[in-house]
């Protein structure tokens, strides 16, 4: 799962504090799934084609609503996704590695523009150290060592414009896991790959430019997290005792911490099929895990990110997978409790242990609606995988 920056829902335009649109969100995360599917995972580096057809599909539809609703986005990057798309287009069905992925993280590049195109809290150099991160990787996988070492150029001017802005968050926020390390680590995995450039040392080059986008990813959690110790008075996480004492689209949860202030459940749908995040309800955390992008079968819906502030919804709860960013997903007692309807046989989710202990997750509930484990990275680091019934057991 891929974090999305909290947002809230305002009509498009570029003046004053506004959003991205979820299409928009979700043109990323199609952009990220086809640069997963197109280019393989280390070491092997081995495309899957039949999913980057689906999510080039399933990019289109996002992209294509995107304009439509947004028709003054900056020209030059709503060029730049169209090029990648008709490229992907060729490259996919051809079976072109090297074009494929190059296609597919451009649409990463073109949308740092886009998205500030809606003044977001987080800065434009965050999103852009995001792509460029994944960007050197392909470099160095196809030595191209004099564009590897541009892309190493543009992070080091990018951090060196966040990186005190970054310094002054970290201790504002131990909610979200690394961030009392992500200034070290950073600084870190750009030493390792200015030694790897110079080097042409394919192996540290693409290490390094995994390690640096999850990296970014902390960073990202880092621009959303409520500052230590906060007690909102109002609002999501309040302390309530009826529905009344929360503001409007949020409900009373006498399930969290004796009451506090949630999400209405009407608006977000959690654990439910989707195709994009528009299916998902109106909460402006709500997103889909897609099938083709994420291997969530039948699409499910969840919201992002979470913690003790940015409760979730009624019904759902505050977890994490392994390596990943808390969530809300739908909480369970049985198995039974996780078959949607029209049951289908090719939607196996199961009620999964997972951790709640902060930073990973928040509860109120341990056991929620998931895939069943193949691995003991599919679980927390506290948790292991039981791989015969793909529980993750203590």
Known sequence: MKHLWLFVLAACGSSGHSVVPPDLRDVERAGEGLVSATFGSAPDRMPDWPRATQVLGLLESVWNKSKAATPDLPPAQVKQVDDAIAQLHAAIPAMDQKKAAYAANAVGLAVPPLFQHF????????VRLDAVFRQIGLDGHFADWSAAAADLASMKTDWDHTKAQVSARVPTCHRVGGTATVVGDIDASLDNLATSVSAMNIMTTETESDNGALEIDTLELLFDCPPDNTTPSHGLGAACKKDGDCDAG?????????GKCAPDPANAQIGTRCTTTVDCGTDPRSACQTEAGDGYPGGYCFMEPC?????CPPGSTCVALGGESPGCFKT????ADCVRQPASASEHYVCQ???TTPPTGFGPANMACSFPCARDSDCDKSLTCDVASGKCKP
């Open 307 to 311: 913690d003790d502030v940015q409760t």
């Open 119 to 126: 003044n977001p809290d987080a800065p434009e150099e965050v």
């Open 250 to 258: 949020e409900v009373c949860d006498l399930s969290n911490a004796g």
């Open 353 to 355: 242990l997972f951790s």
């Open 332 to 335: 369970c007692t049985t198995d």
